[in-house]
């Protein structure tokens, strides 16, 4: 069974810098390189459903500068439609990551053209409709995640939130959401176990994950043990993977379960979009997994 994904999100320019360590405030630190992916949490984890195996569409906007064109590009490489991307005057959306010798990276964001997403239209409405799972992060504003959601709440069309760049979320779009996928750190600032939220998903890193479902015993997700180069779209692997899975069909845990050992993949390698595992990397390490526990 194949699902339909709809992210409605940001499209980013990652500029990605690698140094020895990140530098404290006021210092300044020699990077040895620089590379430039397409990335954006909304690009990232529809990249991740796709390759999950699900029908992915991203909602999202570009500008008019050259930056517009590699992410139409990476858009149209992984059979998504480009023309769901809008065009809008200005700066595309971009990052500066800086990452340091042992994978660890800090981000900061220029909204650009995602600040230019609003409203859906009627069409993109009709696509959030279609589908089986709407995911939305914080990158684009509050007003289009509040349009998203609503329209997918009266389908009946489950809603994923990753609630990221973090601040507080509106009451009328944490009552529409099914699922919510935090980092630890997220999860405390935001106080999530005083959220009425039936599910809440809770990434640790190198510990694995969380499920807490309402009504159920905590499920802890054991982590995959990696050796980590660059832990950027790592998250975000994980919630396209999650997605794809619970619009599959899959129960909760198993949907974490896979969706963990994607994001243990991704860190492995380079970039966001880029360091993404297809989903038969991820077959190949869940059956090793097994043969390993057997």
Same mark, same amino acid.
């Given at each position: 069974?194949?699902?339909?994904?709809?992210?409605?999100?940001? $499209?980013?320019?990652?500029?990605? #810098?690698?140094?020895?360590?990140?530098?404290?405030?006021?210092?300044?630190?020699?990077?040895?390189?620089?590379?430039? #992916?397409?990335?954006?949490?909304?690009?990232?984890?529809? +990249?991740? $459903?796709?390759?999950?195996?699900? +029908?992915?569409?991203? +909602?999202?906007?570009? %500008?008019?500068?050259?930056?517009?064109?590699?992410?139409?590009?990476?858009?149209?490489?992984?059979?998504?439609?480009?023309?769901?991307?809008?065009?809008?005057?200005?700066?595309?959306?971009?990052?500066?990551?800086?990452?340091?010798? $042992?994978?660890?990276?800090?981000?900061?964001?220029?909204?650009? *053209?995602?600040?230019?997403?609003?409203?859906?239209?009627?069409?993109?409405?009709? =696509?959030?409709?279609?589908?089986?799972? =709407?995911?939305?992060?914080?990158?684009?504003?509050?007003?289009?995640?509040?349009?998203?959601?609503?329209?997918?709440?009266?389908? %009946?069309?489950?809603?994923? =939130?990753?609630?990221?760049? +973090?601040?507080?979320?509106?009451?009328?779009?944490?009552?529409?959401?099914?699922?919510?996928?935090?980092?630890?750190?997220?999860?405390?600032?935001?106080?999530?176990?005083?959220?009425?939220?039936?599910?809440?998903?809770?990434?640790?890193?190198?510990? %694995?994950?969380? =499920?807490?479902?309402?009504?159920?015993?905590?499920?802890?997700?054991?982590?995959?043990?990696?050796?980590?180069?660059?832990?950027?779209?790592?998250?975000?692997?994980?919630?396209?993977?999650? *997605?794809?899975?619970?619009?599959? %069909?899959?129960? #909760?845990?198993? *949907?974490?379960?896979?969706?963990?050992?994607?994001?243990?993949?991704?860190?492995?390698?380079?970039?966001?979009?880029?360091?993404?595992?297809?989903?038969?990397?991820?077959?190949?390490?869940?059956?090793?997994?097994?043969?390993?526990?057997?």
């Amino acid at each position: 069974m194949t699902g339909r994904v709809t992210v409605v999100g940001s $499209a980013n320019v990652d500029l990605v #810098y690698r140094v020895a360590r990140i530098p404290a405030p006021g210092e300044t630190v020699t990077a040895d390189s620089v590379d430039v #992916y397409a990335g954006g949490k909304g690009l990232n984890q529809a +990249v991740a $459903a796709r390759r999950a195996g699900a +029908v992915t569409e991203l +909602v999202a906007a570009v %500008g008019g500068d050259d930056h517009a064109q590699l992410l139409v590009d990476a858009v149209n490489r992984e059979g998504m439609n480009p023309a769901r991307l809008r065009r809008v005057d200005g700066p595309s959306g971009s990052a500066v990551v800086t990452i340091d010798a $042992a994978g660890e990276n800090n981000i900061v964001i220029l909204r650009g *053209a995602n600040a230019a997403l609003r409203r859906l239209t009627e069409d993109e409405r009709e =696509l959030v409709r279609s589908s089986d799972v =709407l995911v939305c992060q914080l990158e684009v504003p509050d007003s289009a995640v509040d349009d998203a959601v609503r329209t997918a709440l009266s389908a %009946g069309v489950k809603v994923v =939130l990753n609630p990221t760049p +973090v601040r507080p979320v509106s009451a009328a779009i944490i009552a529409a959401v099914d699922v919510l996928i935090v980092n630890e750190h997220e999860a405390e600032q935001l106080r999530v176990t005083d959220m009425p939220v039936p599910c809440v998903v809770t990434t640790l890193g190198s510990r %694995g994950a969380t =499920l807490a479902v309402s009504g159920k015993p905590l499920v802890r997700i054991p982590a995959r043990k990696t050796f980590a180069i660059d832990s950027t779209g790592a998250g975000d692997t994980f919630v396209g993977y999650f *997605a794809a899975g619970i619009a599959a %069909g899959a129960d #909760y845990e198993t *949907a974490a379960h896979r969706a963990s050992i994607a994001g243990s993949l991704s860190v492995e390698e380079q970039g966001a979009v880029s360091s993404i595992p297809t989903t038969q990397t991820v077959n190949d390490t869940l059956h090793i997994e097994r043969v390993g526990n057997s």
